[in-house]
């Protein structure tokens, strides 16, 4: 029975009482055969209310074993949570730590209640802290679990290489309201936990996919290889001067990532629409089958560096710029009737960063070879080139 039924009851008896009362006090000259019948109806209405009381007392023991109910059982799924084999955390939507489990605490050598409180970029070493807080605020953006490889912190300082999967915990309204946690440790992953790579086509079906947009900058780990399933990605850093260097195109079916370099700045930015998928270097230095399939697209890279390398070594800006065309003929050449077109669109400063020469200069020297009827480009702005030599 309802709260509002009860009181409405109760406002009746009172009612029916206060009637009763002014009867037997403000009337005293009414027949004494009407008292009978007033206590009567106070009988009956006391019984109402006796009723009232045996529903309400019934309704709340009933509510006092559902509540035991949902105790014991947020206590067993607090025990499941706090005593999982592996590390659980549930942050707010910005990475700050709320609730913790055993595993977890140990993993990062820390006592559970000092980790509350706490954002969860402290167990990044600093160098990865940036790309962390990148992924986590990329999280709203999808629904999709998401694994994150990278190298957490202890208290004490050592460090461990991890696999976070991430869910994302969402409101009503669509707002992400916390973020869940798991983590594991994958430093002492052994080759024989890896299944055999017949092929990488295989290999790389099984993984997640990562998109991307032209013109954004691809997010890269130190301790992953990324492989590209579709799209041109451009490789670049910045010299002294903060103009920035072209060190290599990749696209589908090659690798790259910031291990595979020294640079201290190294960026990758989507020259078209991405995907891709990573992998972290723990599963390719334990897979021989995988680190053969890698080595002819690390030769791929090394060949590419070097041709660009020795375009730089020309002495005329001309000459750089021709075999820098005929460098990208090669690399991400189409043949179409009209000569061969370029799958990846490359803006005059991309052009003049590997020809090491200003944009200025270059945009003069590609007028003149479409002059020339040497190059052109199609509906979609994608260069054409013609057949010619790198001595025209």
């Not at 590419?304 to 090669?330: D, M, P």
């Not at 050449?333 to 490359?346: D, K, M």
């Not at 945009?363 to 003149?368: A, D, F, I, N, V």
Request: hydrophobic residues 40%; negative net charge; charged residues 20%.
């Amino acid at each position: 029975m309802k709260q509002e039924l009860f009181f409405q009851r109760t406002g009746v008896l009172q009612e029916h009482l206060a009637d009763l009362y002014q009867t037997a006090t403000v009337l005293p000259w009414i027949p004494s055969q009407i008292l009978p019948q007033a206590f009567q109806e106070l009988h009956n209405t006391s019984k109402k209310l006796q009723l009232a009381v045996e529903e309400l007392y019934q309704q709340n023991e009933e509510l006092i074993q559902t509540l035991n109910y949902l105790e014991t059982e947020h206590q067993r799924y607090q025990d499941l949570f706090d005593l999982a084999p592996s590390g659980y955390l549930v942050t707010n939507a910005s990475g700050t730590i709320q609730e913790a489990n055993q595993m977890a605490a140990k993993l990062l050598n820390v006592d559970k209640q000092f980790l509350v409180g706490k954002p969860i970029t402290n167990f990044v070493p600093l160098e990865v802290s940036q790309q962390v807080r990148s992924e986590i605020n990329r999280l709203s953006e999808s629904d999709r679990r998401t694994e994150l490889l990278v190298r957490l912190q202890q208290g004490h300082g050592d460090t461990f290489d991890a696999a976070l999967t991430v869910a994302v915990v969402r409101n009503q309204q669509g707002q992400v309201i916390s973020l869940r946690w798991v983590i594991r440790n994958i430093s002492e992953r052994q080759q024989w936990e890896l299944p055999e790579i017949n092929s990488i086509s295989s290999f790389i079906r099984e993984r997640r996919l990562y998109k991307y947009s032209k013109g954004d900058n691809i997010s890269l780990n130190p301790l992953q290889i990324l492989y590209v399933c579709q799209g041109w990605v451009k490789l670049s850093t910045f010299c002294e001067t903060g103009e920035e260097v072209l060190i290599g195109l990749v696209g589908a079916g090659m690798i790259f990532g910031s291990s595979m370099t020294s640079l201290k700045i190294y960026q990758a930015i989507a020259l078209s629409e991405v995907e891709l998928v990573s992998i972290h270097v723990s599963e390719i230095a334990t897979s021989p089958s995988l680190s053969h399939n890698f080595l002819p697209r690390i030769n791929q890279r090394l060949q590419q560096t070097e041709s660009l390398l020795a375009i730089s070594g020309k002495r005329q800006v001309e000459e750089r710029l021709h075999y820098f065309l005929e460098f990208l003929k090669q690399e991400i050449g189409e043949p179409v009737p009209e000569g061969t077109r370029l799958n990846a669109r490359l803006i005059h400063e991309d052009i003049a960063s590997a020809c090491c020469a200003n944009r200025v200069t270059i945009t003069r020297s590609l007028s003149k070879l479409k002059q020339l009827g040497l190059i052109s480009f199609d509906s979609h702005k994608h260069m054409i080139l013609k057949d010619f030599n790198c001595s025209q």
